[in-house]
């Protein structure tokens, strides 16, 4: 039975310890022994407050509860501070007594511990003290009814225990739904059939052709920068230049490490300098211009297209044809 009644009386020092450890903060708690009692009859007042295990208490201001009329302060015995792995806490008790009836509500007390450079700041909750009359009754037989148990607030920590339990149940239910979730079958991706950079170029300007009557619409810039763009990236991918970042020297430059037809190089060149001219304001086009430069476009791609260059040797050295008479 003893056994059982220091574990219950350590339980609120540990819950104490627990709470302001896993709120990395300095936390206060208060305890009266009665919160009824009888003119002249002494109560006591447990002050704890938690903290880390490197924190340093410094002191409890009960200012305000010495002053309080009508409560007098017998003593206030030394802190005693414990230092655990979990954390540390102070307690300090005091007794206190009254000879005039009445509801008392005793104020809420600061502690102070230092935290490394900054102070934490502590406060208890309030409670309430009744001091009630002595009756004198004549009939030595009669036995006071028994006293209600005036219900503590609850504070947050009370909860603790509950939320760790709830914790628990969710974290067993999630532990059974991953082991029983059934296992999807693989799904193999679709292969997907990559065209070559001249059929995507050639789409692109057959596309812009489709779209041609809107040259008349006062949109030579956006044309020619669309032509060019669909020029640019076929280089890009077909000869692996920088293309679409580089100026129009620098892309001939590059191509001559290629073997590119001298006519596709004259195509690109001019088709490149009127588009500058034309996105700097210094030329103006009309659409059959811009209807040209795009058939232009189309050669280039054909001409430098893989396998054309060969088709065409091929057919510049084939057998003559004669006519016999």
């Avoid at 077909?238 to 590119?260: D, F, V």
Wanted: some cysteine.
């Amino acid at each position: 039975m003893g056994k059982i009644k220091s574990i219950v009386g350590i339980m609120p020092v540990v819950l104490l310890l627990w709470s302001a450890n896993l709120c990395a903060q300095t936390t206060a708690q208060v305890l009266l022994d009665s919160a009824q009692i009888s003119i002249g009859d002494q109560v006591k007042l447990v002050f704890r407050v938690a903290y880390s295990k490197n924190g340093l208490f410094q002191r409890a201001d009960f200012t305000e509860l010495d002053s309080l009329k009508g409560i007098e302060v017998l003593g206030v015995d030394t802190p005693r501070t414990r230092i655990s792995e979990v954390g540390a806490f102070t307690e300090q008790t005091m007794t206190l007594t009254s000879f005039d009836a009445g509801r008392y509500s005793l104020p809420a007390v600061p502690f102070y511990v230092a935290e490394g450079t900054r102070i934490d700041t502590a406060w208890t909750k309030e409670l309430v003290l009744e001091v009630r009359d002595v009756t004198v009754n004549n009939d030595s037989l009669y036995i006071e009814p028994i006293k209600d148990i005036i219900a503590e607030p609850r504070r947050f920590s009370d909860y603790w225990p509950y939320l760790i339990v709830v914790l628990m149940i969710l974290m067993l239910w999630g532990i059974l739904r991953f082991a029983n979730k059934p296992v999807k079958e693989q799904v193999f991706p679709r292969m997907l059939v990559r065209k070559a950079p001249h059929e995507i170029a050639l789409a692109k300007l057959f596309a812009l052709q489709r779209g041609s009557p809107w040259l008349h619409a006062n949109a030579m810039k956006a044309y020619y920068a669309d032509l060019t763009f669909i020029t640019r990236e076929y280089l890009e991918n077909r000869y692996g230049i920088k293309a679409l970042e580089s100026t129009t020297g620098e892309i001939l430059a590059a191509l001559k490490k290629e073997t590119i037809p001298d006519e596709a190089v004259e195509i690109l060149n001019g088709l490149l300098q009127t588009a500058d001219l034309v996105k700097f304001a210094k030329a103006n086009p009309d659409a059959a211009a811009g209807e040209t430069w795009l058939e232009r476009s189309v050669e280039l791609v054909q001409m430098t297209m893989p396998g054309a260059q060969q088709a065409a040797e091929e057919a510049d050295n084939g057998p003559e044809l004669t006519n016999e008479d």
